[in-house]
């Protein structure tokens, strides 16, 4: 019996977690979801997601400390994350990329592209 | 007075509208026709008794031939010329007496539309500032992002699945409904958080407004000065107007009780009025001179405010905050009439020599108080030594400026770092003279001193002020500050300009910006 992928939904506005989970979880996906980046950084510890979706603004420290901490620690290192961002800034998404996110999306985002993205990225991992 | 204010025109103009041939004129002026031809060709300055003959043959006050208007127009027009926007089509310096004869009218509107595009670009500058660091608008833009992405999410998911259950189907309507409402909130609150930058930007800032209104009434006023004499009269027939005589004033006259308070139990400017209570109440800490400033504005306010305001509505003020400042402004000279009266505070300055300090004694006065009623003695017939005066905070901005000495203030920039007015705070509280020679070779006095404001005790900001006032040198024997100055040595004057910008010294150290591209000259006396 093949395991259901884990996916860590770390995001604080309750509107997106709902969609998100709902959609997760009719991928056949196994969902936990954090509030804020301290609860990000334990719950990525203790379970090793397969793929984490990480909002960049939450409550006590941010997205890029979440990732800086995950890629630090050995452990952790090579768990995927996807990043969900408001800033379209580009030296957020080059800031990201050099701490090692995986992939980025800008709000407002479609469910259909992240679905997408998260199945390519979890299949890719598989091989 | 300028030596090269273009007035040459106005003699000419004004004797032509009332018929006079140059011979008559220069008869009645005591002088020869061709030395008066030279005179309306702007060859020939004026000054002294030949201007008060022509001013009198002329039938004008001699204030229209003093070459002050031009003198601003010249010197505005010199700090316009060194802006960058100019650098494909220059201004030519040396021109520009011969423009400001020529057409003053058209020098004065291009100076206008300058000053507005000067006030647009700073108003184009603000607003983007804002819009990037706006934490208001940060977070109405997070927020309206974060309800578009919800409200999205939920439509495709609607779209993508038909077979929810009827619970699930039924949150997120709710979700759908409730981000809806929020997007439509934030959207509104932005809208109008934009709009209110479209509001009319006036052409000229309240403080040029102000600054406009004092030069244009040469910093005298006539009726507010009559109307604190016949004040003073019924306050304190005496003269003395001490603290006592003023708050007894107003608890009798105006029934207002006036107390002195503890500075924690008041505002930070040591003062509050409660119009509507009739409630005065003033800092212990306070100084008296301030105290006594404070009560003069107060009584001046509830006494004179009609003669204030017959003067804003003459002044033709483009907007509210303006006229607000402009009104704040006339009470300070209004009260400074009253506290300060004009022909004794005049007497007393020629028999002091201008010692500010022993004025300052005399007549329970600040440093900052003297310098600036000493700037008002401009009564035609009774003017006192023509001032200016500046006050600057430690920053270098200017925060109050007058001129009738001939030296141009600046309006656009800092003053020339060189002026005695910036070295004044490396020896706070003591007074500075300074000797200074400008590009055109005009010679000035210069007095400074940096003075502490505000008093509360160890843990409350104080905040530095420096006053400059000046004349021109021709004045100094009357004036205490220059005894022992080598005013007889040109070369012991101190350099100086009005601004880096429009200074032609190009040699001077102290030079804050590179000389601007356009050709300068340094300006010479007419020969």
Not at chain 1, 34 to 39: F, I, K, L, P, V
Not at chain 2, 81 to 106: K, N, Q, S, Y
Not at chain 2, 161 to 171: F, I, K, S, T
Request: proline residues 6%; glycine residues 6%.
């Amino acid at each position: 019996m093949t395991e259901r992928p884990k996916v860590l939904i770390a995001e604080d506005e309750e509107t997106i977690v709902e969609s998100l989970s709902f959609l997760m979880e009719k991928e056949g996906y196994d969902v936990s979801v954090a509030t804020d980046g301290q609860m990000a950084i334990a719950m990525i510890v203790r379970d090793l997601p397969d793929m984490v979706l990480l909002d960049v603004m939450m409550p006590g420290c941010d997205g890029f400390d979440v990732v800086r901490a995950v890629r630090e620690n050995p452990q952790t290192r090579p768990v995927p994350i996807m990043m969900l961002t408001a800033k379209t800034r580009e030296v957020d998404r080059r800031k990201g990329l050099e701490l090692g996110v995986d992939d980025f999306v800008t709000k407002p985002f479609s469910t259909r592209d992240v679905v997408s993205r998260v199945k390519a990225m979890l299949a890719g991992d598989r091989n | 007075m300028s030596r090269q204010a273009p007035i040459g025109h106005r003699i000419r103009g004004r004797r032509k509208d009332i018929g006079l041939t140059q011979n008559a004129l220069a008869k009645a002026a005591g002088i020869s026709p061709s030395y008066l031809n030279l005179i309306e060709h702007n060859r020939r300055a004026i000054g002294g008794g030949l201007l008060l003959r022509l001013a009198s043959a002329l039938e004008i006050q001699p204030h229209a031939l003093s070459g002050s208007e031009e003198s601003r127009l010249l010197a505005d027009l010199g700090e316009a010329a060194t802006d960058p926007v100019f650098r494909e089509t220059p201004l030519i310096p040396r021109e520009f007496p011969a423009m400001i004869a020529a057409a003053p009218g058209m020098i004065s509107a291009f100076l206008s539309l300058y000053r507005a595009y000067r006030n647009g670009l700073e108003e184009i500058d603000n607003l983007s500032e804002r819009l990037s660091h706006d934490p208001f608008l940060a977070e109405a833009s997070h927020s309206i992002l974060t309800r578009i992405t919800s409200i999205r999410t939920v439509a495709e998911i609607f779209d993508d699945y038909d077979d929810l259950p009827a619970e699930q189907r039924a949150r997120f309507n709710a979700t759908l409904v409730r981000e809806s409402q929020r997007l439509a909130e934030s959207a509104t609150e932005i809208f109008s958080f934009l709009e209110r930058g479209d509001a009319g930007r006036p052409a000229a800032s309240p403080a040029e407004e102000v600054d406009d209104l004092l030069y244009d009434n040469a910093n005298y006023f006539p009726t507010l000065e009559d109307r604190a004499d016949e004040m003073r009269a019924v306050i304190d027939p005496a003269g003395g107007l001490f603290l006592t005589d003023l708050i007894k004033h107003l608890e009798r006259r105006h029934q207002i009780r006036v107390d002195r308070l503890p500075p924690e139990d008041l505002p930070a400017s040591g003062f509050d009025w409660n119009r509507a209570d009739s409630h005065l109440r003033f800092s212990r800490a306070m100084p008296i001179t301030s105290t006594r400033f404070h009560a003069a504005r107060i009584i001046c306010r509830l006494e004179g405010e009609d003669t204030v305001n017959d003067i804003l509505d003459r002044a033709n003020l483009g907007t509210d905050a303006a006229r607000q400042r402009a009104g704040e402004a006339l009470i300070s000279y209004f009260a400074a009439a009253l506290l300060f009266p004009y022909d004794s505070f005049r007497a007393e300055a020629q028999i002091l020599r201008h010692d500010i300090e022993l004025l300052q004694q005399r007549f329970a006065a600040s440093w900052e108080q003297v310098c600036h009623r000493l700037t008002t003695l401009r009564r035609p017939g009774a003017e006192g030594i023509p001032f200016h005066f500046m006050r600057t905070d430690i920053a270098g901005n200017i925060s109050k400026r007058f001129s009738a000495s001939g030296l141009q203030l600046p309006r656009y920039s800092g003053a020339c770092p060189r002026w005695v007015v910036h070295e004044a705070y490396l020896t706070p509280e003591r007074v500075i003279p300074q000797f200074v020679r400008l590009p055109d070779e005009s010679e000035y006095l210069f007095i400074a001193r940096a003075v502490r404001t505000g008093a509360g005790g160890y843990r409350v900001p104080q905040s530095v002020y420096s006053v400059m006032i000046g004349c021109d040198t021709a004045f100094a024997r009357d004036i205490i500050y220059a005894d022992g100055l080598p005013l007889d040595t040109p070369q012991a004057a101190v350099p100086v300009g009005i601004g880096c910008r429009q200074c032609p010294r190009e040699e001077c150290m102290q030079r804050a910006y590179a000389v601007a591209d356009t050709g300068h000259e340094i300006h010479t006396t007419p020969k």
